[in-house]
Nanobody, 115 residues
Framework: QVQLVESGGGLVQAGGSLRLSCALS????????MGWYRQAPGKQRELVAT???????NYADSMKGRFTISRDNAKNTVYLQMNSLKPDDTAVYYC?????????WGQGTQVTVSS
């Protein structure tokens, strides 16, 4: 049974940084396409970034240059480094693991950016 546990959210001032972590258990982490998504109040969930098992990355245009996704296959963990945060980045951030058409989600971690 795949489980994803996120950590690292919190309250930060505009211009600040946060690093989110997501640990996967119950399966072989390196096989999964890992991603971060976010959902702001009243909005649909949107892609932030994805990373393959070989660390090929993809970013939503609005996140390029500010956010960095990475993974450590030895630690079964994916990270999201967020810099130059803006109030518009306020959302619940979700970790996603995708393999063979199956999607698994973490419980989400709240990120709040104050102006």
């Amino acid at each position: 049974q795949v489980q994803l546990v996120e950590s690292g959210g919190g309250l930060v001032q505009a211009g600040g940084s946060l690093r989110l972590s997501c640990a996967l258990s119950g399966s072989i982490f390196s096989l999964y396409l890992m991603g971060w998504y976010r959902q702001a109040p009243g909005k649909q969930r949107e892609l932030v970034a994805t990373i393959t098992g070989r660390s090929i990355t993809n970013y939503a245009d609005s996140m390029k240059g500010r956010f960095t996704i990475s993974r450590d296959n030895a630690k079964n963990t994916v990270y999201l480094q967020m810099n130059s945060l803006k109030p518009d980045d306020t959302a619940v951030y979700y970790c996603n693991a995708h393999i063979y058409g199956n999607n698994y989600w973490g419980q989400g971690t709240q990120v709040t950016v104050s102006s």
